[in-house]
């Protein structure tokens, strides 16, 4: 079993549409992210869980609900998307144990395409 | 605003050859760390190496090595004896903030490595 899994895989919806996108670790890590990877562009970090607490939430737009239940499962609610939102969405985990050289371990993402 | 520059879109080497991929960072932290990230075409991001900025000697896990050179600001990566497998995208980061207990990574945007036979 992989440390970080994420599902779906792959997604295409349309800009009314509501759906989640979630990610689970296995790690026993008390930190988890959100990032947005777009082509040509550098990741952008969207959201920040530590102990379950969202930490850091970087300008994102309200169409991006994220939910964090608890320290093993983490979850991206999107509605009402435009299509520049189509990218790949990586979910990682960490220990949240202010180590400098702490690092982060990822999932294989959720390939997005609004319509 | 701390930043990444990696120049080199795509680079080739041939199997069993070395290969140098370019970093290239900004900060005024006296304090941060340094990552490089290798991304498969599977899409999953997998921890290469780390250089802190205080660490005297660069850092090494296998064949890879990391060329820190603090003064110019680079931390290139090398990749020794470059393997099939080790096409992918290549990404280097560097921790934001060293006193929180988070990782707050920022990226570069990569560089495409092809290796061939």
């Known amino acids: 079993e992989t440390g970080v899994t994420q599902t779906p895989r792959h997604l295409v919806m349309g800009m009314t549409n509501k759906k989640s996108l979630k990610c689970e670790q296995h790690?026993?890590?008390?930190?988890m992210y959100w990032y947005k990877q777009s082509a040509k562009k550098p990741l952008e970090l969207m959201f920040v869980y530590s102990l379950e607490e969202r930490v850091e939430n970087n300008s994102v737009p309200s169409r991006f609900s994220p939910e964090c239940p608890n320290s093993s499962h983490l979850f991206l609610h999107l509605h009402t998307l435009q299509p520049e939102d189509s990218a790949l969405y990586l979910c990682a985990s960490s220990q949240d144990s202010q180590g400098p050289n702490e690092k982060l371990f990822f999932g294989s993402g959720t390939q997005l395409s609004v319509l | 605003a701390q930043k990444i520059t990696q120049t080199q879109p795509g680079m080739f080497v041939q199997e069993k050859e070395a290969v140098t991929l370019d970093c290239t960072y900004d900060t005024s932290d006296q304090s941060y760390g340094l990552f490089w990230y290798k991304q498969p075409s599977s899409g999953e991001m997998i921890f290469l190496i780390y250089q802190g900025s205080y660490d005297e000697q660069n850092a090494t896990e296998g064949r890879y090595s990391l060329n820190f050179q603090k003064a110019r600001k680079s931390a290139n990566l090398v990749i020794s004896a470059s393997q099939l497998g080790d096409s992918a995208m290549y990404f280097c980061a560097m921790r934001e903030g060293l006193i929180t207990g988070f990782q707050k990574l920022v990226f570069g945007t990569g560089t495409r490595l092809l290796v061939s036979p």
């Open positions: 790690l026993g890590h008390n930190a």
